[in-house]
């Protein structure tokens, strides 16, 4: 029996009137692949942010209510050391206005500080993780000068860099054309495979989560379902989580969503 | 301006201008970058505020304006965390209600207030021995904290990853905007409350033009706030012109060329 990576019991996040999540129970092994998958507000966000310990958001969104428990390799997700945990954002997120080198972007990652200067052995490591997912050519480009599908390389070696147990992904495969993706799970799978590391990914590609994923999670607010993905990606659970699934919807699970 | 600086008060005005210059463009990569620009501004007015309290309290007006104006910075970075008014509204709210409290203070001091002119404008070679200890004080303190340099870089580059690796970015982000405060109100003197913001702005986003990574924009920053001042000063001697206008102009050269030779 492996070791839990992940668990969640009862956990609920309230923003002001919107609730986020509701009363999510979930356990997830260490070494799993986990896709996430529901509509747009679905707290799927609000969860990864749970996990990194920012659930409480931006004090902008006013007071933020949370009850029941996170656990993160059976620590509360503040005191799991930082260095445990990859993280990749959404790619909408970026500042590329910020002047910046791809190498610099993944040995902050290393660091976890913005680096003044780069050392030699950060600059060997930095280029081993981007030659590993295939970007090594873009390490002196400018951020500003990166495609999408070229900036979602340089973060996920910026991730892997610290050689993460837990690697939490926010629709990586956005903006990324068809090669780039399958690069992207092929990338994931080989650290995976390497490192025995637990990997959670949002995706709104449900072709994507039944090839790659070992579990989905299907979230609407709540735990709509949860298990491989054959059992889960089913007609009617997807039309409770995402409240109406038509004909040309379900056939869309074998085809691109 | 050899035979010049022979002079007491050219020998304080090149190395107050030294200092601010130096101080305002490395805090001031940090602002641009986060597009604050305008936060110069709002802290300018809020020194103005300061000033005419301490004018017309009868105390000397860098000690009124420094805790108003460090006041009113933690009061605008609290509005930006809690509030979803854009940046400019907050410090706009901010820089209202400074001029207004100043033009009040003024208005209630008897008589007319010649060195409230100065103070709008600066008087470079008013510049006191208190002055430059406060400005080196400032200088000390920033270089002490240089450290911080690559945890501001960071938030500035992705705050939220900053926060998911557990750096107090908030409370950076007030100590930024509390030294910002220090180094408007020191410099007003200088430079004077209408041009501080050039000082902060100007140098950045020239060095932004011409750099590829972060610490060469903050390198080259202030070498351009450090290096504008001597012939910037020199020509405030020269023209008999007050010194402020002529170091924002020269700095305004150096945004130009870079607007021209960037690549």
Same mark, same amino acid.
């Given at each position: ?257 | ?32 970058? %986060?597009?604050? /620009?305008? #936060? &110069? +501004?709002?802290? $300018?007015?809020?020194? =103005?505020?300061? *000033?005419?309290?301490g004018l017309l309290l009868h105390e000397e007006p860098l000690w009124v ?14 509005? %930006?965390?809690? /509030?979803? #008014? &854009? +940046?400019?509204? $907050?410090?706009?709210? =901010?820089?209202? *209600? ?18 409230a002119v100065a103070y709008l404008f600066g008087s470079i070679l008013t ?137």
């Amino acid at each position: 029996m492996a070791a839990v990576a992940v668990e969640l019991q009862q956990y609920s996040v309230r923003y002001g009137e919107f609730q986020a999540l509701r009363e999510v129970n979930l356990s997830v092994p260490e070494g799993a692949f986990v896709a996430i998958v529901g509509p747009n507000g679905a707290g799927k966000s609000t969860l990864l942010k749970a996990l990194l310990g920012l659930e409480r958001g931006s004090l902008r969104d006013g007071p933020t209510q949370v009850s029941g428990t996170v656990r993160v390799m059976g620590l509360p997700p503040r005191q799991v050391p930082p260095g445990w945990l990859g993280y990749v954002p959404q790619v909408k997120g970026f500042d590329r206005s910020f002047p910046a080198l791809a190498l610099e972007v993944v040995v902050s990652g290393l660091r976890r500080r913005w680096p003044f200067l780069i050392t030699a052995p950060e600059r060997k490591k930095a280029e081993e993780m981007l030659d590993r997912v295939g970007a090594l050519a873009l390490a002196n480009r400018r951020l500003g000068r990166l495609s999408g599908g070229e900036l979602q390389r340089v973060y996920l070696a910026r991730s892997l860099i610290r050689e993460p147990r837990l690697l939490l992904l926010d629709e990586p495969a956005t903006g990324v054309d068809v090669v780039g993706e399958a690069d992207l799970y092929r990338h994931l799978e080989a650290y995976q495979a390497e490192r025995g590391a637990t990997i959670l990914m949002i995706t709104h590609d449900w072709e994507a989560a039944q090839h790659h994923a070992s579990a989905v999670l299907v979230l609407n607010r709540r735990v709509v379902g949860y298990g491989p993905p054959n059992e889960v990606l089913c007609h009617e659970c997807l039309s409770q989580a995402f409240g109406h699934v038509g004909h040309g919807h379900h056939l869309v699970l074998g085809g691109s969503a | 301006m050899m035979e010049a600086l022979q002079l007491p008060f050219m020998q304080r005005a090149l190395l107050a201008g030294l200092l601010v210059g130096g101080l305002a463009s490395y805090l001031g990569v940090m602002v641009v970058q %986060r597009r604050l /620009s305008f #936060l &110069g +501004d709002g802290l $300018a007015h809020a020194a =103005f505020a300061g *000033v005419a309290l301490g004018l017309l309290l009868h105390e000397e007006p860098l000690w009124v304006a420094i805790p108003f104006a460090v006041g009113v910075a933690l009061a605008i970075t609290w509005v %930006r965390e809690r /509030s979803h #008014l &854009g +940046d400019d509204t $907050a410090i706009g709210i =901010f820089f209202a *209600v400074s001029v207004a409290l100043g033009v009040l203070f003024m208005s209630l001091r008897q008589g007319f207030a010649p060195d409230a002119v100065a103070y709008l404008f600066g008087s470079i070679l008013t510049v006191t021995q208190t002055d430059l200890w406060v400005m080196g004080l400032i200088a000390l303190g920033v270089a002490l904290l240089a450290p911080l340099w690559s945890h501001w870089a960071y938030a500035t580059f992705d705050r939220e990853l900053a926060l998911a690796d557990r750096q107090p970015v908030l409370f950076y982000d007030y100590l930024l905007a509390a030294l910002m405060a220090l180094v408007v109100v020191v410099s007003v003197k200088v430079v004077g409350i209408v041009l501080i913001a050039a000082f902060i702005v100007i140098p950045a986003a020239t060095a932004r033009l011409l750099s590829r990574t972060f610490s060469a924009m903050t390198v080259m920053s202030v070498g351009i706030g450090i290096f504008s001042v001597v012939p910037g000063l020199t020509a405030s001697y020269v023209l008999d012109v007050p010194a402020g206008s002529t170091i924002v102009l020269v700095q305004a050269l150096f945004f130009a060329l870079a607007l021209v030779l960037r690549r």
